[in-house]
């Protein structure tokens, strides 16, 4: 525990005070229709749309998880930012397009135009329950865990303050308010991890002094088979799979997309992301390399609370860091509150009650932002307790759930034959699979004959689960239904509301694109 300053405080408090007024500033315009209450209008410019993605993705678990990572075996874990580079923008470039023509609230619901509305409601149905019961979960006990082991607060309060400071903005302004907040917490989280990083290296005497006291190893980004998690196979295969679905299926990004203006500032919004996941390995995993330096032994969530405490932070850069934990803590509760409402809203809810009014969908969303916000702050408690269990393992999470999401995702693009049926039975085996998969993971047992399958490396078995899964699609799509015509499942694009220009490729996007792509390729060279 360390002593705040008061310019801290002063910086602490700024903060707050300006998320806070950009919220309800922002909370001011039109709230009166769905579009406009969980797509923020559709109105939503490529710079806000790019830094809210990246503030989305940054959470607070992800400080403590990369860094510890870093601190234990060095920069390999960067390949999980870099490569998902190349898919944020095939979003861009393929599945935006698609997916705003067809005028939907939901990736559940864009599959349910692809497929039925059982598809749409298993979908809907897996992402309320992983937003609920881990991310909420991991949210707040890793914000909660930094706040207390660095400053001393109570972690039950701090947690309850975040917690109804990030409800208010979101249920009172919706989108509007957690987009453009999102980016004033991605400028703050930039602002304030790449302090600490230069502060840090200063401190080691900068990359040269890394070198001469980590091993080689550690700035290797493709290790070998055995005894890593980051083995060159895994790295190559299973982060894909896993970036697949996070970046082009995942409520809580595309929702992101949904808000755009038109398809050239969906497009470009992507591209910012892009250039801005590069700054991850070196603002968030290479201070874990400081701290196997500065603090010999301590890795995991050790590594980032280390640094947080270290005397070598001058006045002010303490506070800087603080604000960044509160901001990824921020953006990612408001992404999950407000994605969680419109998949309940729109998946369920919309499609019971197919009379409902705007006004009346509108409130709808507004009491089921409520109401998880009511439970985040229920959760809490609970969160203490299964989390730190849950933590340790965060990182197979995505490859369990994931890979059977993912691989209905782009058969439904490639292969017109994939119907109802095939999609179904990919992903109820799939994610049984996955489930129990991370049952056996956790609690360290399982049969002989499976043994195997459960102490595979998560990547790998990311691999496994995409490459079954469409196996499946495949083959239950392909046998013929007795009495019943089997016939494709067809995509349905209406154009829904939004205002479409001609598609026009600019030459300056190409140009973005095509640099960003040669400077993450420049930068795996030069760890080579």
Not at 25 to 38: D, G, I, L, M
Not at 103 to 124: A, I, Q, W, Y
Not at 256 to 271: D, M, P, Q, S, V
Not at 414 to 435: D, H, P, S
């Amino acid at each position: 525990m360390v002593n705040i300053s008061t310019i801290d405080i002063i910086i602490i408090t700024f903060f707050l005070i300006l998320v806070l007024g950009v919220g309800f500033y922002f909370a001011q315009r039109k709230q009166n229709t769905t579009s406009a209450y969980f797509l923020a209008e559709r109105n939503v410019g490529w710079f806000a749309l790019g830094f809210s993605m990246f503030a989305t993705d940054i959470s607070a678990e992800n400080f403590i998880r990369l860094s510890g990572y870093g601190a234990s075996s060095g920069l390999a874990i960067g390949n999980s930012e870099w490569i998902s580079i190349f898919f944020v923008l095939m979003l861009g470039w393929f599945v935006a397009p698609l997916i705003l023509r067809s005028g939907v609230f939901t990736v559940p619901e864009f599959l349910g135009k692809r497929f039925d509305n059982r598809v749409r409601t298993f979908l809907s149905t897996v992402s309320i329950v992983l937003y609920i019961f881990l991310r909420i979960s991991l949210t707040l006990y890793a914000g909660g865990y930094l706040l207390e082991k660095v400053f001393g607060l109570d972690i039950l309060i701090s947690t309850l303050a975040l917690v109804v400071i990030t409800g208010l903005y979101t249920i009172v302004g919706g989108m509007n308010s957690v987009v453009y907040t999102s980016v004033v917490q991605g400028i703050f989280m930039i602002i304030g991890a790449t302090a600490l990083t230069v502060t840090g290296l200063f401190e080691v005497g900068g990359v040269s002094g890394l070198r001469t006291k980590l091993p080689e190893s550690f700035f290797s980004f493709f290790n070998p088979l055995g005894g890593s998690d980051w083995a060159w196979t895994g790295i190559l295969l299973g982060t894909p799979v896993i970036a697949i679905w996070y970046w082009w299926a995942d409520q809580q990004i595309v929702q992101r997309i949904l808000c755009a203006r038109n398809i050239e500032h969906a497009r470009r919004g992507t591209i910012l992301t892009g250039f801005l996941k590069i700054l991850p390995v070196f603002i968030v995993i290479l201070p874990g390399l400081i701290a196997a330096v500065m603090y010999p032994g301590l890795s995991g969530a050790d590594a980032f609370t280390a640094l947080l405490s270290g005397s070598f932070l001058p006045v002010g850069i303490r506070g800087l860091l603080l604000v960044g934990i509160l901001a990824a803590l921020m953006s990612s509760l408001a992404s999950v509150f407000i994605s969680t409402a419109t998949l309940f809203t729109m998946d369920f809810y919309k499609r019971y009650r197919l009379q409902a009014s705007e006004n009346n969908l509108v409130l709808i969303g507004r009491l089921a932002t409520t109401v998880m916000v009511i439970l985040g702050i229920l959760w809490i408690p609970a969160s203490n307790l299964i989390a730190p269990h849950l933590f340790q393992y965060q990182q197979s999470f995505p490859a369990c759930i994931g890979p059977p999401i993912a691989a209905v995702f782009v058969l439904a693009f490639l292969w017109n034959r994939i119907n109802t049926r095939g999609v179904l039975w990919a992903l109820i085996i799939g994610e049984v699979l996955g489930v129990w998969r991370l049952i056996v993971e956790i609690r360290g047992i399982t049969p002989l004959y499976l043994n195997l399958l459960a102490s595979m490396n998560y990547l790998h078995f990311a691999v496994f689960s995409f490459i079954l899964s469409v196996l499946i699609s495949i083959v239950v799509s392909l046998i013929p239904l007795q009495h019943r015509a089997n016939l494709p499942a067809k995509i349905n694009f209406t154009g829904g509301s939004i205002r479409f220009s001609t598609l026009v490729i600019s030459r300056n996007d190409l140009v973005l694109s095509a640099v960003l792509i040669c400077i993450v390729l420049g930068l795996w060279g030069s760890f080579l």
